[in-house]
């Protein structure tokens, strides 16, 4: 019972089935690695000339790189299903630290958007504007920029 610890009572760990095409990658890469061991040690041992070892060498490297890359694909799901565990562990053993970070985020957050806010609100009710031609700063009720002297 002690690996069931986090589930409340009722509930059952889901248990999802792995895809069939990904237990046949499986077995086609083991295939085809086996294989490639045998055609590499083969290609060692036959009494054959240097061309057709080469070929046989060759053949043999090619089944066991390809039954390798068959077989990570094959293996990506339980990978991923992996990472995932990892990574709800690593958060749950670490749930206060977390806590304390997003506190603090919001903290610092919270003084932002205030210093935002009021800086807003001090534009709006700010009694100068900018001067249409040079876009220097002029009082709000100018008729005319006292820095380039054309009219708003």
Not at 44 to 55: I, N
Request: hydrophobic share 40%; glycine share 8%.
């Amino acid at each position: 019972m002690e690996e069931n610890k986090n589930l409340t009572e009722g509930q059952e760990e889901k248990k999802t089935k792995l895809p069939k095409i990904f237990i046949v990658l499986r077995i086609i890469a083991g295939l085809l690695i086996a294989v490639g061991i045998v055609l590499f040690i083969l290609s060692f041992t036959l009494q054959v000339d240097a061309g057709a070892s080469m070929g046989i060498r060759f053949g043999g490297m090619t089944c066991f790189i390809f039954g390798f890359v068959i077989m990570f694909w094959g293996l990506a799901p339980s990978i991923q299903k992996t990472m995932i565990k990892t990574q709800k562990h690593i958060v749950s053993e670490n749930k206060e630290d977390l806590k304390d970070i997003a506190n603090v985020s919001a903290d610092i957050s919270k003084d932002a958007v205030k210093t935002t806010a009021e800086a807003v609100k001090e534009g709006l009710t700010m009694e100068k504007m900018f001067c249409k031609h040079c876009g220097k700063e002029i009082d709000k009720d100018s008729k005319y920029c006292q820095h380039c002297g054309k009219e708003q």
